[in-house]
């Protein structure tokens, strides 16, 4: 990961800017080095505090985003789905592909601080997740304190965010990149992931659906389509998965489920990912394939967007 020029000089001698990709910073994130990864140096990175200012900020003038949407130890990123609920995705900013990479997590300390002093740990709640079994193993008593990300935890040993927390008393779980970022921060434990296979999956977004992704390697893994079913706020027979599972007629990858905006009580909005089976039809067939299947949905009366194709 380096900082990326933010315009490039084409071969008439113009200067040509490149386009925006928004991702959870500060710098040193996993989002970051994800992005970084997939899109090296056909964009210009900017960092936003949370997720939700990811998509949020998501406009014309920047039109790219990565979000992380799962992990293979702690599963599903709960603020993640719960801005896939709201209405400017699927109107405006849409999925438009995946990127997945495995994550290796640090337990960070201010320089000199022993494992025996730390009181507190500050991190994204998904890292915290996936550090269950070193955190009861090694500090059990330490308090865990949820930060907008794994780098922003990072920084706060330097700047703590209130008086409570001594920072000569905290550590940080991220990514040990944190350490040539912010000088003062020392690695005291590598490898603190539980399992040995730590893989987190991001999602691509952009403002539209026309925009062209300026993958640095284009995936050849295609053939997606996230479709978000709202629950009919109006009735009183239960959610039946089998009417929905029927009248889509796809397979299904993944459902996730998320309590809906409406004030309904456990009218869920729920989330299926859905996939071409073999994958081997072109863009426009699979377009049409997903369509029908939302006007199937529809039919069945279930309100239903496409958040995404890829
Ligand atoms: O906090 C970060 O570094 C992020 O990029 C977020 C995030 C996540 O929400 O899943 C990304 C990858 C890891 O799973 C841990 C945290």
């Not at 949407?69 to 719960?82: A, C, H, M």
């Amino acid at each position: 990961m380096s900082n990326t020029p933010s315009a490039l000089a084409s071969s008439s001698g113009e200067v040509q800017e490149l386009p925006a990709l928004i991702f959870l910073g500060p710098p040193g994130t996993y989002s970051h080095q994800a992005a970084f990864d997939t899109f090296g140096d056909s964009v210009h990175y900017v960092a936003k505090q949370t997720i939700a200012d990811v998509i949020k900020s998501l406009s014309s003038e920047v039109p790219f985003g990565i979000i992380p949407q799962e992990n293979s130890t702690n599963g599903s990123v709960i603020e993640t789905y719960n801005l896939l609920r709201c209405e400017v995705v699927g109107r405006d900013s849409f999925v438009r592909g995946e990127t997945s990479m495995p994550i290796k997590h640090s337990l960070v300390v201010r320089q000199n601080v022993k494992i025996k002093d730390i009181e507190h740990v500050f991190s994204h709640e998904q890292a915290l997740g996936q550090c269950k079994a070193f955190l009861n193993g090694f500090l059990p008593r330490a308090s865990l304190v949820p930060m907008d990300s794994t780098a922003s935890a990072a920084r706060a040993l330097l700047n703590p965010p209130s008086d409570s927390f001594d920072p000569l008393k905290s550590a940080a779980i991220c990514s040990t990149v944190v350490t040539s970022l912010f000088p003062g921060l020392e690695v005291l434990r590598t490898g603190i992931q539980d399992g040995e296979s730590n893989m987190t999956r991001f999602y691509i977004v952009s403002y539209g659906v026309d925009v062209g992704i300026p993958w640095q390697t284009p995936p050849t893994y295609q053939k997606r389509a996230l479709i978000r079913l709202l629950p009919d706020k109006d009735s009183t027979v239960a959610w039946d998965s089998s009417r929905a599972i029927k009248a889509l007629n796809i397979p299904i990858s993944r459902i996730d489920r998320r309590p809906s905006l409406y004030s309904a009580t456990f009218h869920d909005v729920y989330f299926l990912e859905v996939y071409a089976d073999g994958g081997k039809e072109s863009d426009v067939a699979w377009f049409d394939c997903v369509n029908q299947a939302v006007e199937r949905l529809r039919q069945a009366g279930l309100e239903s967007t496409v958040l995404g194709i890829w």
